[in-house]
């Protein structure tokens, strides 16, 4: 035995991220970890015998037997025999074949080529990691979003392109963005999982092998499919077509951009000369080994970092697209690391949900911050009224208004006021567009509508996947 | 000026594959070129001046004005405008504004942000490129290959795995799984570039100007965006969400893809010991400066070529995902590199089509070759038999025939009916199946029906996108 | 002819990046246009010839007028041939030859393959752009950087970890990583350019034709490039080893890494709440089509943009190193595109020393903004401090500290001097260390020093590459 | 605990290839496992301890006693204290601490921060790896390769370019390609992790702390780094310099393409029209679960899928350049990936060596296939020569001549002999060049000599690292 903790790992994921949080190992273990991954293996046997039966092929008793002893199979005990033979699937059949009785013996597997089962597994194993966990744990993360963006659906802040405040909007706007972004990749996570094909078209994928047993070779793949909630692509050769799992890999390397996307803004909003909200931070927690006062926005950092990690692979699922004639090999220990991808999207979501859980949001932080701009922000206010209102150049006009603002120290407005040419402009403007003037920080447009409008759609629109 | 002639680029797109197929160039020209970016924006802008004429807040005349001040704008003069002002979007409406009356000039751009223009005139121009260029190019590409899988639907040849023979198939079963594969990306692009967003809510997404404008905003952003045939997203900031470029991006990417896969088998098909299909080849063509004889699969090779090329830039989009606040610029240069994209699967496309459009299949040749294996197919078929027929370790039986048949040169047929333990089960095969042992070489499954069914389907789904 | 003018591109390198900078593209077009790669290739032709009457195997006066007549070919009269014959090489060799007397012709391309001369132009004029253009570029970013450095040795700012106030340091010490950063990968790029082999090895690597021609086909191989600056590899193919490019793409791309890093954090610095730099604007420069008081951090963005479009592309490179036997063609096209990214460095260093040569350092800002932190500061340095006069436990102490300072206000140092376990040891600090605590804005360890000393250090590498 | 066994893991390094391999976990275990990792911090601290002490700033028997204390430091108790402060490397001082007497207690970790234990530790444990475990293993790798160049060296193969036979090598000239760029790759993956920088230069790299207790700080921090066999850099923020570990993820990346074409090119040399080799194949070992005949080239399959999962990472490590300011933390997870790349790597040279130990060469085979292909072979040398003894356009000549030798089924040789206008020519060859035309087989230049200097060059420049 090569392990006997997971301190014994080299992957970060197993040693500490998967392997160090309980909950999320108890989850993930049964769908992504090596056991899962033979174990459902055996269980696309299991649902294969039982086809073979309901076609009549294969006695009901057999295919019973098999699938009992199916549920018996170990990892250990595969990879046992794989040390034999040389051959991981065979290994699998042979150990099945064993524990059944010897009538049964010749119906384990019978017709199927190694990646009927392998292929098939993957997609039941992965489709029920993402309905199971990937999703639920993306749907708690978007609740929390969706909370927040109601909190603060009127808490103003400064808009900000470019690092520079722009014009202002409410945090609970600035979150919303976020709730749209999420909920759509959510749609997408579980549709993608859900369109996974499997197979039962044999070695070269034209069926030759199932087309000796069976008169009607597609109804037994339907139906073996069927069994384990899926079905075949238009068209197989040794492997389902590469474009399933590229979809399903594209949806959550996205996701990840959406949630690292957040986290950098979270981790930004929390530098010392902003500081508009904190991480959580507990009272033992220490923030740096040397500079004891340090409260530093790890988890936010952590996000962006599983990101950097995972999103270059998807280039390895892209080249996995090719496979000479049939299928080649070259894929084969490639895509075994599928599995990462769906453990970083579940991590990621459920570090970034517990950090946004315990995070402050500093409003008064958010409104002095906003104060430092009432010029700039003004001056956008400004031009947009001063043309509505006839003026012919207003975004020069008030682009020089700036300039004399920089170089004097004086409020845009007020330069304006006292313009010769804008002065009468200036004075056509209603009670309502001159107060955005004189409290620019009011000018925050429709944040408050969208934030709460985005919040409503996606309550609804994930209702089946949001906790209740 | 800078550029004379294509030669004068740096981009072997712009100068050799683009710049080198007229055809292509007058095709793509006008949505992919920086003059063809420009013109979308001023397509844009006035789209804006109706919308807003329609909305009541601009004189209609003022907003005809501009439309057709829009008209004549250049990129030649934006960027000369850009050159003094050091801002790409406000040259344009600078200009504009310089073409209109007077009085139209404050209505130029009123209300919108940069971006407001940029993203709803890229999303413009990339699903108008999709739909009239790369859509009906790859549409021609799927036409070639279902005509090709209806025509070798018969054709028996190796099928392979692992680069050895595995068991039979027809040449238009292998060329059906491409059908198959394009034809589901080609829906995918087509569909993800339709569902690119515009936008029309200012510099942070907040509606903060428009709103000082519009009583309903958002009604004023749906009016501008179905002037171009668009909708916006459920949230933007100064930008649209990156999601929707970025399924594009996957769309395409994953087609190049499925090309690649083609193309790569096309070319291993064309090895010296293979010799299956052979390449057109003109006859002034040169194959190699040296070496005379040669003909080469060159167009083959380079559509795997263009694919290592732009594969790993979708790791730039996925990077652009992540803006800070309400958008940073840092994706600005970057995403203007996204029509190489759209022009590269177009120029595949274009080129995979031309190959297979003069390439010859050599039937009497993947008969011979399928000859060399008689022996192996029949191995798998007799597995499969002898398990059907009742003996309990098949595969095992088999797998020491051959061991034999390899050290005696003998056919492992001829060795298992004179195998004691073996004679009694194949004894009881049926005609047919004693035929598939005989003939093995006639082992090949649903081949032929597979390779029709999957192109009648394809040809059915894809009605609106296949040439007449 | 498709291409009137730069905006008839697609790729906004040509278009805009290197099209639209009239010196930049005066500096790299002979070396990386379609141009400049059609001549290296007829000034390989023309170096074969000399090589080849140098070994006495070509007429001294043959070589000469094919020397003279590769002076005359032209990109678009190779292209022209090209399409003739459908191969580019030989339509090279084709035009030489119709340009020589007819008893030269024959000389022309002898005894070589394509590759012999495409693969050596491409070392050549890779060669010569990296040490003419890009390295000198470099070497003005570098100079920009050092200057700053010295300047700001002295200028106290905020050290920041996390986003987060840390200890001080002073600007020069946080330029200086960068001047240190650069400077390697200077002389990385220029080493590797230099290493760049060539290859007179014919169409197999074997030197089949060549053997046929000369005695010692390898003295001939080391006679033609050397007459180009260029050595052979310990062993080509048809192509040279792609590990050379590899190691040259490696080392252009971590340096756009290091100039995106240094990106980065001058534009994080001009964000409205830190504003401790600004960029040079110019007077009649627009930041915004909307908020006419934005002054963006655009070339600090423009050149972290730029990093993200290019740094994926380095997995074609890798792609390219898989050639199969000697040599298959699914490299050519992916090829090609290596000179963008030469230009690419090139265009980032220009733009950001442009960027540093008008940034204005706003001092004052920098001292006021570290004052922020003064408790936070003195943290760390209380704890060594404490921990050196002999506490056994000073990190948790002063972690506890902060903890109250955070509750109450009060500067840690105040509580630690009335804390009943703390002050005795306080009691024990020399004068000097009693003024770091009470300065903690003067804690800046060896922040000056360093400065310089990196300062220096590449002022004395560089020499050679430094401009005057 | 949450891991039982190695089939807990989900990633497949952990799993199967490193877990798998008995030999190769206990080589990598010290260096790459979670485990290692953490011990080498420990043995920092211990270094750290010592060199305050050589200092004079520390008691020697403190000294001693943390250094002591380090020795027993277990990643478990290392996570535990983790889970209750939240701060990976405080767990670890406070482990030691309380591992130690009372007044040693306070030098633990003195003056350092986190990162001055965790880059210096990385950099010991990548360089100990790669000195004791990777290069060894790569060392192995090319070992073998000479030995197969030198035996082969003689043994004629088929040139082959674009899949097409070009003209003749020897099989060792094939394999002394990859002995040549293999050992380059050996060199700089040394060089590489010999340069990996440590550091002792504070929070920020300004020796902020150091230079509290120490009058040289960086004598300190020379003395630390030079008891674990390393050196600082020129400046180091929080962090090192990211360009160390760059350059040696990018050696190693290099390495693995060396490899994976290799693997690429034996795999297509056992396709069943070729099969001029064959990959070792165990008495019980398996092919295929359903095809009992199948031998596939599973080994070299499975170096290039490795290839596949890995090169697309080092992206990630680009990603990594950029660190804001001093440094923030998203590049703590990401880099922790980084010693996966380590162990790929001597997976797949490990994997490759003993795939290459068991392949059999099949020269009569490749005689076979060469002879295929004679008309072809002579066509170059025919060319050669013409132009070498006088014709003036012998490439089209030889040309025109295949296109008819295709037509007519004749050798070009003899259509040549009876060409009136290439009769005069031919008849001026020598006995030697015209032996070449007529066993065109023999046309096989320098491939022998090239392939036994390759050999003896790189037996003598890797001389350290070759086994004995």
Chains 1, 2, 3, 4 share one sequence.
């Not at 046992?80 to 059944?100: F, P, Q, T, W």
Request: proline share 4%; with cysteine.
């Amino acid at each position: 035995m090569t392990f006997g903790s997971r301190f014994d790992a080299i992957s970060p994921l197993d040693a500490r991220f998967y392997g160090g949080d309980p909950a999320l190992y108890n989850a993930l273990h049964p769908y992504l970890s090596e056991e899962g991954r033979v174990r459902a293996q055996a269980k696309a046997e299991a649902a294969l015998a039982r086809a073979l039966a309901e076609e009549g092929l294969v006695p009901h008793a057999a295919a019973e037997a098999i699938a009992a002893a199916a549920e018996t199979i170990t990892a250990a005990a595969v990879y046992a025999e794989e040390a034999r033979i040389g051959h991981d699937v065979r290994a699998l059949v042979n150990l099945i074949r064993a524990a059944v009785p010897e009538d049964a013996r010749r119906f384990v597997h019978l017709g199927a080529t190694s990646m009927d089962i392998v292929d098939t597994a993957n997609a039941w194993r992965y489709r029920e990691c993402v309905d199971r966990v990937v999703v639920p744990r993306l749907g708690r993360l978007a609740a929390r979003l969706i909370a927040i963006a109601e909190e603060e659906a009127d808490s103003p802040q400064a808009g900000r392109t470019h690092g520079q405040h722009a014009v202002p909007i409410t945090f609970g706007f600035a979150i919303a963005e976020y709730v749209d972004r999420l909920g759509g990749r959510i749609l997408l996570v579980r549709d993608a999982a859900r369109a996974l094909p499997g197979k039962l078209a044999g070695a070269v994928g034209a069926y030759n092998a199932p087309a000796l047993l069976s008169p009607d070779a597609r109804a037994l793949e339907r139906r073996y499919l069927a069994l384990l909630g899926l079905r075949p692509a238009g068209h197989s050769t040794q492997i389902v077509e590469p474009e399933g799992w590229a979809d399903l890999a594209h949806a959550l390397t996205t996701t990840l951009g959406v949630m690292a996307n957040l986290a950098d803004d979270m981790r930004q909003l929390q530098r010392t000369e902003i500081a508009e909200i904190a991480e959580s931070f507990g009272a033992q927690q220490v923030g740096s080994s040397t500079m004891p006062q340090k409260r530093n926005p790890v988890s936010f950092e952590n996000v962006k970092s599983i990101w950097k990690a995972y999103v270059p692979r998807i280039v390895t699922t892209y080249m996995d697209q090719i496979s000479e004639h049939q299928r080649d090999l070259t894929n084969s220990a490639s895509q075994r690391f599928g599995g990462e991808l769906l453990a970083a999207t579940a991590y990621a979501a459920t570090r970034l949900e517990a950090s946004l859980d315990g995070m402050r949001v500093d409003r008064e932080r958010m409104r002095a911050n906003l104060a430092l701009s009432r010029g700039g922000i003004a001056a956008e206010a400004l031009y947009v009224l001063l043309a509505k209102h006839g003026h012919g150049d207003a975004h020069e006009a008030v682009r020089r208004l700036t300039l004399d603002a920089d170089r004097t120290g004086r409020p845009v407005v007020e330069i304006a006021s006292h313009d010769l040419e804008l002065r009468a402009v200036v004075g056509e403007l209603t009670p309502q567009e001159r107060r955005v003037i004189e409290r620019p920080e009011e000018y925050r447009g429709l944040s408050a509508e969208v934030a709460r409008e985005v919040a409503a759609t996606w309550r609804r629109t994930l209702q089946e996947v949001l906790p209740v």
